[in-house]
């Protein structure tokens, strides 16, 4: 047998490991390399022989998925591993094809820490494949002999099983993911650990496989997204290996969502190792190491960290090993909960009030009324600063012209004579016995009346260069002074016509369309009597001729 301790091969009758010296039990010393006896009954005894090729020498053991036989393969005249699955967990023909190309994966892995897998095939719709037999013990064994000693494994005693493993779980991620990591599925050598089982995850239908690892109680090594049916990559097998530590250093793994305090068992444990180990089993895999050498990288620098002064350890029972923490669910971000969930400020939170006396003054509200018409450029209004601008204490109305000139202003003075020009212009109607003017008779006659000869417009002087002080000032439209534009004067429009004289002409012009029709008329009937002459009545002598 092998030593749990050192890995060394030891006697069966040795009381102690002459390697370590580490004392053996009775029941350790009885066990042997075989697995835990079945509790279920083996489909096929020794003699038998499967798929006419492999003859069954011993029945090694039950498992989740399946047995596990020693047995003779008669072509290649050698011992193997041979793993017969249960008919019921891949019943469809599709089944078994994508359980076929998963342990066909398994034939690339020739690494010294994998295990050989050498055939795979079919036989009464039982799913098989065989191995390279190994004689060995597994790690599960070797730390349920040391648990019956009481001991665990310390964080330095771990460190190159861990290389090991991680050695094998990089060549395996090349090909994808192991998928099926546990202790049982670990054999410990003299000088070396093999991993077996590579890919049966992903050979075997999700639910079926999970609800098979439930029944043997060690669901815990699988990862949740498996679990629920999540998208998968090698970081699963991280999930697994994260378990795998705890379970070396304290005996403890999660179970129905609680994560184990490592250092509650171990207090001389290095808190890095805590840290790794509760990143490691998150439940969201981008939370993980990306990689297995990443994960060895931060084990090995964890152990090599001086310890913080001051951590002591405790005398034997003066500490209880705490209750394990539940784990933390991943909540994706939220906006929304985290408003809901923020506590309210305090008073003393809350900003200082400003003093009123350090408010802006405002200025008294402004109406903006746009103009129509001309009104000088920008050129001509002379710039003002806004500290300039005065305020006045009555409310004014601002103009903006249309063309972005600078407004004007409105008083009461001008809004007054403004109105007064409205009135005036509503008082000019002509009444309908008003005499009529030349324009306005020049215009009922169709004829345009001689325009007045207008006086020359005044040239406009030209605007003044602006001062230096004007260059440097920054132009804003909105803070130009309002300039006050006195009212023009609105041209006086033609008198309308009047309703009897349009009337009059109206009626001259249809009685001159009916003259002129009945002329026309009486002088084409005129026409047409000459061209063509009535004819002369016959005589009396040219009647007696018929």
């Not at 102690?16 to 509790?39: N, Y």
């Not at 923020?342 to 400003?354: C, E, G, K, T």
């Not at 004007?408 to 809004?415: P, V």
Request: net charge positive.
């Amino acid at each position: 047998m092998l030593c749990y301790r050192c890995g060394s091969n030891v006697p069966d009758n040795s009381e102690s490991c002459a390697t370590c010296g580490l004392k053996l039990t009775g029941a350790a010393a009885g066990s042997g390399t075989r697995r835990r006896g079945a509790s279920v009954e083996a489909p096929y005894k020794p003699g038998d022989v499967f798929a006419k090729r492999y003859a069954i020498r011993e029945v090694l053991g039950p498992g989740p998925v399946g047995h596990v036989f020693r047995a003779l393969d008669q072509e290649m005249d050698v011992e193997v591993a041979l793993k017969v699955i249960n008919p019921r967990l891949v019943q469809m023909p599709e089944e078994r094809t994508q359980f076929s190309f998963a342990l066909r994966q398994g034939k690339k892995l020739t690494h010294p820490h994998h295990v050989r897998v050498y055939e795979e095939g079919e036989e009464r719709n039982r799913p098989y494949f065989t191995t390279q037999l190994l004689e060995g013990m597994t790690l599960r064994r070797m730390m349920e002999q040391r648990a019956a000693q009481g001991q665990h494994f310390s964080a330095k005693e771990v460190a190159p099983l861990l290389a090991q493993l991680v050695e094998a779980l990089n060549t395996a991620h090349k090909y994808g993911p192991h998928s099926n990591l546990k202790p049982e599925n670990i054999i410990v050598l003299p000088d070396m650990l093999k991993v077996t089982d590579y890919g049966l995850a992903l050979g075997i239908p999700r639910l079926p496989f999970v609800q098979a690892q439930k029944v043997w109680r060690v669901a815990s090594y699988v990862a949740p997204e498996y679990a629920e049916g999540g998208e998968l990559d090698t970081r699963m097998d991280l999930y697994s290996l994260g378990v795998i530590l705890g379970e070396l250093l304290t005996g403890q793994t999660p179970e129905d969502g609680e994560v184990p305090e490592l250092q509650a068992h171990d207090p001389e444990l290095p808190p890095g190792v805590e840290a790794l180990y509760r990143r490691t089993i998150n439940a969201n895999p981008l939370a993980r190491p990306k990689t297995a050498s990443e994960f060895l990288a931060e084990f090995t620098a964890a152990l090599s960290r001086p310890r913080p002064p001051g951590a002591v350890k405790p005398a034997a029972g003066a500490q209880a090993p705490a209750a394990a923490r539940p784990r933390p669910k991943p909540v994706p971000f939220s906006l929304t909960a985290q408003l809901a969930t923020a506590s309210p400020l305090s008073s003393d939170m809350l900003p200082p009030p400003v003093p009123t006396a350090e408010l802006p003054a405002l200025a008294a509200p402004t109406i903006q009324v746009p103009v129509v018409g001309g009104s000088p450029t920008l050129e001509e209004v002379p710039k003002v600063t806004r500290q300039a601008v005065p305020v006045s204490g009555s409310p004014t109305l601002e103009v903006p012209r249309v063309d972005s000139g600078p407004t004007e202003l409105l008083t009461s003075e001008s809004i007054e004579q403004r109105l007064a020009s409205k009135a005036k212009e509503d008082a000019r109607t002509l009444a309908a016995t008003q005499p009529l003017d030349s324009a306005t008779l020049a215009a009922m006659m169709g004829r345009s009346p001689k325009p007045a000869s207008a006086p020359a417009p005044k040239p406009r002087p030209a605007p003044a260069p602006p001062t230096p002080a004007a260059r440097a000032e920054p132009r804003s439209e909105a803070h130009a002074a309002p300039v006050k534009v006195p009212p023009r004067s609105v041209p006086a429009t033609p008198a309308p016509r009047s309703r009897s004289s349009t009337v009059t002409l109206v009626l001259l012009t249809l009685a001159g369309l009916a003259l002129g029709a009945a002329g026309g008329y009486w002088l084409l009937l005129k026409i047409r009597q000459g061209a063509h002459p009535a004819p002369a009545a016959p005589t009396s002598s040219q009647g007696e001729t018929r």
